[in-house]
Nanobody, 122 residues
């Protein structure tokens, strides 16, 4: 059974940085595309970033381009989300996800973590 566990969330001020981590267990990590989504209160879950199995290709949501960076270490079964220049509108629960289908919607991914809260104060 595949399990994903996120960590690294917290309360920061606008302009600060955070790095989220997600460890996957249960299957070969390199078999999966990895992604991050987020959900703010009262809003739908939003695509943040995704990275290919090899790490050679990354894709970002428009609202985070230039500020966030997704990366992976296949030897550590871990994917990261480096978040810089954080804004209050980045507040939400961040979910790590893994899958093997094309696309960047929720249905493109099969496995989800429990989420980690990120709160950015103004």
């Amino acid at each position: 059974q595949v399990q994903l566990v996120e960590s690294g969330g917290g309360l920061v001020q606008a302009g600060d940085s955070l790095r989220l981590s997600c460890i996957i267990s249960g299957r070969t990590f390199s078999s999966y595309r990895m992604g991050w989504f987020r959900q703010a209160p009262g809003k739908e879950r939003e695509f943040v970033a995704a990275i290919s199995k090899t790490g050679m290709t990354t894709v970002y949501g428009d609202s985070v381009k230039g500020r966030f960076t997704i990366s992976r270490e296949n030897g550590k079964n871990t994917v990261y989300l480096q978040m810089n220049s954080l804004k209050p509108e980045d507040t939400g629960v961040y979910y790590c996800t893994a899958g093997d289908r094309p696309g960047y919607t929720q249905t493109s991914f099969d496995y989800w973590g429990q989420g980690t809260q990120v709160t950015v104060s103004s």
